[in-house]
């Protein structure tokens, strides 16, 4: 089947320690998200990707950076340096076309502090 | 940034009975997204409206597009249990990145059998 696999489903956290969210995808989409959802919240932008070996700040992306060496993978990497980083991280991916598309997501990855 | 006002924040209402909640902009938008998040996992797209005055029907959901572009609506009839869940809009400003969306906080349905 056709979608977002995000791994792992949970994830703890050390102090000053790196931690790497993986995102796939499967559909061929050419521009992949990375969102963070706190309780009572939206839904935040932290980074985007238009095209492969591109991507562009989101909203709250101080603390984190990601990488696209490939076309369906997105991978998060949450530094030392973001200080809060217990929260729900959903990636999703779309197509491109002028009007724009609907953006489909991934079951997100936990992640807390230990 | 762009914000969107979504409400109410949350609903409690009985089996059967029909659901509206609203989202509204600031500036003018071009693309309104509806979605659905049930615990623990991500949203899912409910319907999308691309067109001021477009009306979307997706089986007992239906959404609309205001016709200021600045507002879209959510109206669920007949609600079930399993419509339980958190339900966002979202919409892309006319003028900004085809890629980026901005997000409602949500609103938080229960249904009580």
């Known amino acids: 089947d056709g979608g977002i696999t995000q791994s792992p489903k949970y994830l703890f956290r050390k102090e000053g320690q790196n931690v790497t969210l993986s995102c796939e995808q499967n559909?061929?989409?050419?521009?992949m998200y990375w969102y963070r959802q706190d309780p009572g919240q939206g839904l935040r932008l932290i980074y985007y990707?238009?095209?492969?070996?591109?991507?562009q700040k989101g909203d709250i992306a101080e603390g984190y950076s990601v990488s696209r060496e490939k076309k369906e993978s997105f991978p998060l990497t949450v530094t030392s340096a973001q200080k809060n980083p217990t929260a729900f991280y959903l990636c999703?991916?779309?197509?491109?076309?002028?009007?724009?598309?609907?953006?489909?997501f991934g079951d997100g990855t936990r992640l807390s502090i230990l | 940034g762009q914000q969107l006002n979504q409400s109410p924040q949350s609903m409690f209402i009985q089996e059967g009975e029909d659901v509206s909640m609203n989202c509204t902009s600031s500036?003018?938008?071009?693309?309104w997204l509806w979605y659905k998040q049930d615990p623990g996992e991500g949203p899912v797209l409910l319907i999308a409206?691309?067109?001021?005055?477009e009306l979307t029907s997706n089986g007992r959901l239906t959404a609309q597009f205001g016709i200021t572009r600045k507002d879209s609506f959510l109206n669920i009839s007949a609600s079930i249990p399993s419509d339980v869940g958190i339900y966002f809009c979202?919409?892309?400003?006319?003028?900004?990145?085809?890629?980026?969306?901005?997000f409602g906080k949500g609103t938080l349905l229960t249904v009580n059998p």
């Open positions: 409206l691309y067109k001021a005055g």
């Open positions: 979202a919409g892309r400003s006319s003028g900004g990145s085809n890629y980026k969306l901005t």
């Open positions: 500036s003018i938008f071009n693309t």
């Open positions: 559909l061929n989409h050419d521009a």
């Open positions: 990707s238009q095209i492969v070996n591109d991507f």
């Open positions: 999703a991916s779309s197509m491109w076309s002028i009007q724009g598309q609907p953006q489909h």
